[in-house]
């Protein structure tokens, strides 16, 4: 079993714990509608992969 050699200090733990590596979310085009829309996500007309998915209620 692993035995720390010294206490390690709150600030020291601290920087592990910095979330500075999160990347903005990837952004695809749809080919369909050639809107903007995160990867593996339906556009907000409801096309996935440039089919309609989703039906809007307003059509």
Same mark, same amino acid.
């Given at each position: 079993?692993?035995? *720390?050699? %010294?206490?390690? %200090?709150? /600030?020291?733990? !601290? ?5 500075? /590596?999160?990347? +903005?979310?990837?952004? /695809?085009?749809?080919? #369909?509608? $050639? #809107? &903007?829309? &995160?990867?593996?996500?339906?556009? +907000?007309? $409801?096309?996935?992969? $440039? &089919? *309609?998915?989703?039906? !809007? /209620?307003?059509?």
């Amino acid at each position: 079993m692993a035995v *720390q050699k %010294s206490k390690v %200090s709150r /600030s020291r733990r !601290n920087m592990r714990r910095a979330h500075d /590596s999160l990347k +903005p979310a990837t952004v /695809s085009t749809d080919a #369909e509608t $050639g #809107e &903007r829309h &995160r990867r593996h996500h339906m556009t +907000p007309d $409801g096309f996935y992969k $440039g &089919r *309609q998915i989703v039906r !809007n /209620s307003d059509d």
